[in-house]
């Protein structure tokens, strides 16, 4: 059974920065994709940031110069997230899916990904 975990989220003033983890376990496939979204209350989920197990990344426009997502082996990943505004205050997902490197590139929704973390709260204030 596949388990994510997500931590790291808080408070913090506009201008700071979180580092947000996720951890996935029971995962067995060799080939993924793994996602960071977030959602707002009334909102769609809003994919921000995608990793494949080759390496290959994507980030949203919206917080390229900001955001950057990483991971250390095949099962921790990380969103770190700078120069934080106010607009980026929004319950952070983590989510994983089978994949190949193309299909990540495109999986910009939510019902894209299988597997998914409970969420990990960041609050901007101004």
């Known amino acids: 059974q596949v388990h994510v975990v997500e931590s790291g989220g808080g408070s913090v003033q506009a201008g700071g920065s979180l580092r947000l983890s996720c951890v996935i376990s029971?995962?067995?496939?060799?080939?993924?994709?793994m996602g960071w979204f977030r959602q707002t209350p009334g909102q769609e989920r809003e994919r921000v940031a995608s990793?494949?197990?080759?390496?290959?990344a994507r980030i949203t426009d919206s917080v390229k110069d900001r955001f950057t997502i990483s991971r250390d082996n095949a099962k921790n990943f990380y969103l770190e997230m700078n120069s934080l505004k106010p607009e980026d205050t929004a319950m952070y997902y983590c989510a994983a899916v089978p994949s190949t490197p193309r299909y990540c590139v495109n999986a910009y929704n939510h019902e894209q990904y299988r597997y998914w973390g409970q969420g990990t709260q960041v609050a901007v204030s101004s």
């Open positions: 990793i494949h197990s080759d390496g290959s």
């Open positions: 029971g995962y067995t496939q060799s080939s993924y994709c």
